[in-house]
């Protein structure tokens, strides 16, 4: 079936580091990709999605580029602050079928002054 | 506006209680979800209405029983819940069902 596989947490970075945090998927057909964010005690915030292969989306200085040759969506930052410390989501919906929303497990990001 | 609303932040309820939850939107989107979210854990799939109909139900206890009474509103009826209901649900809504999904805040459920 469909997956999401994310890197374990939590990745703890100072003020104006670089973020990766991975994320590959397994799905049949062309997924659209997201990612979600959830602050503390939250709902969860759709931060940047995907649609097909090369697309990059981009929202609040993160980004992420739809690499279907690796099956990656991997979220980046140039340059993290404290405000962005919180659980991060990557899911996938597929075109087939019941099109459901898969997340993968979340990743804590935690940023220090 | 991308908001959808829910209601309420928080409810502590027995296990003889009945409550319901609450969501709407205003977005137009068609589409509206219901998910379970324990902690440090990602949402699960809980209900899915098209149109105002029942589309999805993922195999989930019949003390939870969800409503749609109109486009915009999405309930979920809560009846002899267990302690391990305990648990942050969330509302999700969607243009279709091959686009991005909106969520709100969550109702933390607290069941003693």
């Known amino acids: 079936g469909d997956s999401v596989t994310q890197m374990e947490g939590p990745v703890t970075l100072s003020e104006e580091a670089f973020l990766t945090i991975n994320c590959t998927y397994t799905?049949?057909?062309?997924?659209?990709l997201f990612w979600y964010v959830q602050y503390p005690g939250e709902g969860l915030q759709l931060l940047l999605k995907?649609?097909?292969?090369?697309d990059k989306g981009s929202n609040k200085g993160f980004e992420a580029t739809y690499r279907k040759e690796t099956t990656s969506f991997h979220l980046e930052k140039g340059s993290v602050q404290v405000s962005d410390s919180a659980v991060y989501f990557c899911?996938?919906?597929?075109?087939?079928?019941?099109?459901?929303?898969?997340f993968g497990t979340g990743t804590r990001l935690l940023v220090s002054p | 506006d991308t908001e959808v609303t829910q209601t309420p932040k928080h409810l502590v309820m027995g296990m003889t209680n009945k409550k319901s939850l609450k969501c709407e939107q205003h977005?137009?989107?068609?589409?509206m979800y219901w998910y379970k979210q324990k902690a440090k854990k990602p949402p699960e799939l809980m209900f899915v209405?098209?149109?105002?109909?029942?589309?999805i139900n993922e195999s989930v206890p019949s003390r939870f029983s969800p409503e749609c009474p109109n486009s915009s509103l999405l309930n979920l009826h809560l009846h002899a819940l267990q302690p391990e209901d305990s648990a942050l649900y969330l509302c999700?809504?969607?243009?279709?069902?091959?686009?991005?999904?909106?969520f709100g805040q969550g109702t933390r459920l607290t069941v003693v």
């Open positions: 995907a649609t097909k292969a090369d």
């Open positions: 999700a809504s969607s243009q279709g069902r091959a686009v991005e999904a909106f």
């Open positions: 799905a049949t057909g062309y997924p659209s």
């Open positions: 977005m137009g989107h068609r589409a």
């Open positions: 899911a996938l919906r597929t075109n087939t079928g019941f099109q459901k929303l898969v």
């Open positions: 209405y098209s149109y105002e109909k029942l589309s």
